[in-house]
C-alpha cells in the first residue's frame, strides 16, 4: 500500500477526529508546536489543523517512532518541521529548541520535553499546552508552570483504552509478526503493572504466553495476583522468563546486571515510554546483530538474548500500533483538547488542569 493510499483508508476510519476538524474554526495564526509520535494516523488531525489555517512546528517525542513520510507530508503542507526518524539526541534536543525559538502560542505534547525546557527557561509565548502522557504529567508536576497545562491522559477514554486494552495487544501482535514465534510454554514476565502493564498481561494469556508479574508497588502487586498472575521479585523472575516486557516508564528499570541473568535466548521488549527502560546502552561487551528486522541479537560466549527494536516502544516501532478505531478516539480526544486550548484556555490560570469534560465529550459518542 502506497503512503497516499494508506492515508485515504486510515481517514475514512478517523471519524471522531474529523469531526472535532469540522469544529475547530478558523485557526489562521494560531501556532502550535507538537512533540508527538509522528506515525500516518496523526495526520487525521494534523492536516485538518492546516486546512484551518493553523501553523505547525513539527518535532518528535521519540525518535525511533517518527515515519519520514509523514514529516514530508506535513511540510508539503505549509508546516515547518525538525524530525526524522533516528535522530541522534544532539539533532533531537536541538529540534526541540527550534520548536520554541519558533516562538509557539500552543504546545501539544507526549512527554513534555518542550515543556520542561520552556517552564524553566526565559521564553512567555505560549498560551496553553496539551500533555497526552503519564511521564509528562509527573515530569511538569515538578516545574513551577507559566501557562495553563491541559492533561488528556488520565481521561479514562484515553488511559482506559489505549493504555490498557491496545498497547499489549498491538505488541503482542508485532511480536508473532517479527519473530514468526507464538508465545505458546512460554513465560511473560512484565514488570511494571499500570494499565500497560495490565493490558500487556491479559493480552500475553490470551495468546498463550503463562504471566508474571514484577510490579513494585505493593498495592498494584496485590492488583496483579488478584487478577491471578504470579507475582515475583524482578530480581527473581528475571532468569525464569522467556519474554520480559518493560511497561514502567522508569530509565534503567531492566539493569545491566539483571540482562547478564536472562535465559539464553529470551527476548526482551519495551512498550514504556523511556527507550532506556532496558539498559542496552551499558551491555557494551556484547556484540549487537540485527538477525532480523527490529531483532538484535546480544551475544558474548554462550550467553545471549535478543532485543526487540532494541528497546524502542516496540509497538510503535515494529508494529502498526493501535487499530484505527481506537486511535481515532485518542486522537479526537487530543484534537478536542487543541480545540480547547485555541479557544478557550485564556479563562485558565497557570497550572496543571485536566481536560474539562466539556472539551472532550461531545465528540466522543
Ligand atoms: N507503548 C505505547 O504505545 C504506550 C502507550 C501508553 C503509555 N505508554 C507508556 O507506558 C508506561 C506505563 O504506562 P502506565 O499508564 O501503565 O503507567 P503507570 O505509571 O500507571 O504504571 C507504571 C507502573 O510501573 C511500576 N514500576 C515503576 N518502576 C518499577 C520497577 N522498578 N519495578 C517494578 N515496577 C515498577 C509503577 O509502580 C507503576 O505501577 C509509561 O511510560 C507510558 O508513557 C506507552
Known sequence: MDFIQELAWNNRHMVRTANVVAQLGDCTGKKMAVSTHLDIKMLAFYEGYLRQGGELFVTTCNPTTVRDEVVEYLVSLGAEANAHKNMSDKAWQQSLHDALDWQPHY???????????????????????LEGTGSG???????????????????????????RHMVGLTAWQAFMERTHLSLHEKKVL????????????????????????AERAPSRALQAAYDGWHCESLNDAVSQADVVVTATGVSGVLSEQMLTKLKAGAFVMNVGHVSHEIRLDAMT?????????????????????????????????????????????????????????????????????????????????
Open 107 to 129: 504546545l501539544c505534547e507526549f512527554g513534555a520535553q518542550l515543556g520542561s525546557i520552556y517552564h524553566q527557561g526565559a521564553g512567555n509565548s505560549v498560551i496553553a499546552s
Open 137 to 163: 504529567v509527573s515530569a511538569l508536576k515538578s516545574v513551577k508552570l507559566k501557562h495553563p497545562v491541559f492533561n488528556w491522559d488520565d481521561l479514562d477514554a484515553k488511559e482506559g483504552l489505549h493504555n
Open 190 to 213: 512484565i514488570i511494571g503493572y499500570g494499565l500497560v502493564g495490565q493490558g500487556c498481561a491479559f493480552s500475553a494469556k490470551a495468546f498463550g504466553g503463562q504471566v508474571m508479574v
Open 285 to 365: 561487551d556484547y556484540q549487537v546483530t540485527e538477525l532480523m528486522p527490529e531483532i538484535f541479537e546480544y551475544r558474548q560466549g554462550e550467553h545471549f538474548f535478543y532485543a526487540l527494536s532494541n528497546g524502542a516502544m516496540f509497538n510503535l516501532t515494529a508494529g502498526y500500533g493501535d487499530s484505527l478505531n481506537a486511535f481515532d478516539v485518542s486522537l479526537a480526544l487530543m484534537a478536542a483538547g487543541v480545540k480547547h486550548i485555541v479557544e478557550q484556555s485564556e479563562a485558565f490560570p497557570a497550572g496543571m488542569h485536566m481536560l474539562p469534560e466539556t472539551a472532550w465529550k461531545p465528540f466522543l459518542a
